[in-house]
């Protein structure tokens, strides 16, 4: 019969070779999902800066069209314009 030290060192030595190529594959696919997180994170942050670029663009040319209204609002509203109710009043008493 064998040693049984030496089936012992031999199961040992087995064991610890499963154990590391488990800890080897666990390491590989753990460093595959976080080389994948940090790719997600980087498109992430490329479409918060776009997005954030044009709401500052939109709110620029937002700026711009509120100004252009403001200065056309006192050409729209004639002084002394008189009421659609008091032209149409006027309307149907001149014709009657």
């Given at each position: 019969m064998?040693?049984?030290?030496?089936?012992?060192?031999?199961?040992f030595?087995q064991?610890s070779?499963?154990?590391?190529?488990?800890?080897?594959t666990?390491?590989?696919g753990t460093?595959a999902r976080?080389?994948?997180?940090?790719?997600?994170?980087?498109?992430?942050?490329?479409?918060?800066?776009?997005?954030?670029?044009?709401?500052?663009?939109?709110?620029?040319?937002?700026?711009?069209?509120?100004?252009?209204a403001?200065k056309?609002?006192?050409?729209?509203?004639?002084?002394?314009c008189?009421s659609l109710?008091?032209?149409?009043?006027?309307?149907?008493?001149a014709?009657?």
């Amino acid at each position: 019969m064998s040693d049984p030290s030496i089936a012992m060192a031999e199961a040992f030595k087995q064991l610890s070779r499963a154990t590391v190529s488990a800890l080897r594959t666990y390491e590989q696919g753990t460093r595959a999902r976080l080389n994948q997180i940090e790719d997600d994170l980087r498109v992430l942050r490329r479409e918060r800066g776009d997005a954030l670029r044009d709401l500052n663009a939109s709110k620029g040319q937002t700026r711009v069209w509120v100004a252009e209204a403001d200065k056309w609002k006192p050409e729209a509203r004639p002084p002394s314009c008189i009421s659609l109710r008091s032209v149409l009043r006027l309307a149907l008493t001149a014709g009657g």
